[in-house]
Nanobody, 126 residues
Framework: QVQLVESGGGLVQAGGSLRLSCAASGRTLNIDNMAWFRQAPGKEREFVAC????????SYAESVKGRFTASRDNAKNTVYLQMNSLKPEDTAIYYC???????????????????WGQGTQVTVSS
């Protein structure tokens, strides 16, 4: 069983930055692809970014490309999402997730992920 716990969310002004962390417990995740999703009020959960097991491959939603960076520290069993140049439309609950699809490519579909954290709220004021 894998437990994922996100942290680092909060209230920030537009243009500001936040760094989210996702700490895993239960077993090591050094062979697992990981991702970040978000869900805004009244909207469906959407893909934000993913990172492969080695940290060598990442993929981003167009809306965050160039502003967000996913990374990981397998020694700490932790995945990160650095968010810069935040916009009010980035306001959402952010979730990290572990993929059940193995390999060097990370994927964007919700169905490719089997363990989820409880989420952390990010609010960007204008």
């Amino acid at each position: 069983q894998v437990q994922l716990v996100e942290s680092g969310g909060g209230l920030v002004q537009a243009g500001g930055s936040l760094r989210l962390s996702c700490a895993a417990s239960g077993r090591t995740l050094n062979i697992d692809n990981m991702a970040w999703f978000r869900q805004a009020p009244g909207k469906e959960r959407e893909f934000v970014a993913c990172i492969n097991w080695l940290g060598a491959t990442t993929s981003y939603a167009e809306s965050v490309k160039g502003r967000f960076t996913a990374s990981r520290d397998n020694a700490k069993n932790t995945v990160y999402l650095q968010m810069n140049s935040l916009k009010p439309e980035d306001t959402a609950i952010y979730y990290c997730a572990k993929s059940h699809v193995y390999g060097d490519t990370c994927w964007r579909a919700i169905g490719d992920y089997d363990y989820w954290g409880q989420g952390t709220q990010v609010t960007v004021s204008s």
